[in-house]
């Protein structure tokens, strides 16, 4: 009920892999979006980027962190991973999906997984702090304006 009520919401769902209650979820637990400087800062607060540990001027990139909530996490994985199976089915690829296809090519199906809701969760700030929708071919939009000028 929350999520149809919600502006936020809304516009949390326009995100592959991101349902209602993965939205109101994420409303409710981030709140502000603007308290994180960047979308990786809020991926970092999930746990879902790797800990980085460096020596020497050499960093090294160890295992998620699996810091903070583990439930919003968890509907974050599970979203990315119906994207991903749903992708994976699929004989009809687009560019979006290409992504994915070179990240199954490159790693294992979990850290694929892993990959897309680190993904996520960055689209997920940049909407709720742009507040617009998402929008797949925004990039290639803004390129083509980019190339007009």
């Known amino acids: 009920m929350h999520a149809r009520q919600s502006d936020v919401a809304r516009r949390l769902q326009t995100i592959p892999g991101i349902g209602p209650i993965t939205a109101s979820a994420l409303e409710a637990y981030v709140g502000n979006a603007t308290q994180f400087r960047a979308g990786r800062q809020l991926a970092a607060w ?3 980027v790797p800990r980085q540990h460096s020596t020497g001027g050499k960093p090294m990139l160890l295992g998620t962190s699996k810091r903070e909530d583990g439930y919003l996490r968890r509907l974050l994985v599970h979203g990315a991973r119906a994207v991903v199976a749903s992708v994976r089915r699929s004989s ?4 979006q999906d290409k992504t994915i296809m070179g990240w199954l090519a490159r790693k294992l ?6 990959a897309m809701a680190n993904r996520n969760a960055r689209i997920a700030w940049a909407v709720m702090t742009q507040e617009r929708n998402f929008d797949r071919n925004f990039r ?3 390129a083509n304006q980019l190339a007009a000028t």
């Open 46 to 48: 999930l746990g879902l």
């Open 109 to 114: 199906m979990n850290v694929a997984v892993v």
């Open 140 to 142: 290639d939009q803004l």
């Open 92 to 95: 009809n690829v687009q560019k």
